[in-house]
């Protein structure tokens, strides 16, 4: 059976926010939960972030995943098991992530927020 394409409008999607991070969903994540919403084949985690200026954001994966960091704007640092890579906006950077693994994600840059997609 083939799946038809379907395109989220940003307000039909999930968001969740702090005074300084914003995490817009196109799948379900954390409290965002719509029975319509599921994986797509593989692909199961689809977010837009904003992280504000020289804040970070510590995660703990809950499944098997291959990770990839797309900064659209700034450039994020991302800590994994002791090491630190750090990605501009138009490079990517891909983790294969297992159950339990955690990573943080900074935004150095003093005065702009960060700007990326997460997707796995």
């Given at each position: 059976?083939?799946?038809?394409a379907?395109?989220?409008?940003a307000?039909?999607?999930?968001?969740?926010?702090?005074?300084?991070?914003?995490?817009i969903?196109?799948?379900?994540?954390?409290n965002?939960?719509?029975?319509?919403?599921?994986?797509f084949?593989?692909?199961?985690?689809w977010?837009?972030?904003?992280?504000?200026?020289?804040?970070?954001?510590?995660?703990?994966?809950?499944?098997?995943?291959?990770?990839v960091?797309?900064?659209?704007?700034?450039?994020?640092?991302?800590?994994?098991?002791?090491?630190?890579?750090?990605?501009?906006?138009?490079?990517?950077?891909?983790?294969?992530?297992?159950?339990?693994a955690?990573?943080?994600?900074?935004?150095?840059?003093?005065?702009?927020?960060?700007?990326?997609?997460?997707?796995?």
């Amino acid at each position: 059976m083939t799946e038809i394409a379907q395109i989220f409008l940003a307000e039909q999607r999930g968001c969740s926010e702090t005074a300084w991070f914003r995490s817009i969903h196109s799948f379900n994540f954390g409290n965002y939960q719509d029975p319509s919403r599921k994986p797509f084949g593989a692909l199961k985690l689809w977010n837009d972030e904003t992280l504000a200026a020289q804040k970070s954001l510590s995660l703990t994966v809950e499944e098997d995943i291959t990770l990839v960091i797309l900064p659209i704007v700034g450039g994020v640092e991302l800590k994994y098991l002791g090491e630190s890579n750090f990605v501009a906006a138009g490079q990517a950077l891909s983790l294969c992530l297992n159950v339990g693994a955690t990573y943080q994600i900074t935004n150095l840059i003093p005065t702009n927020s960060l700007i990326f997609c997460r997707f796995g």
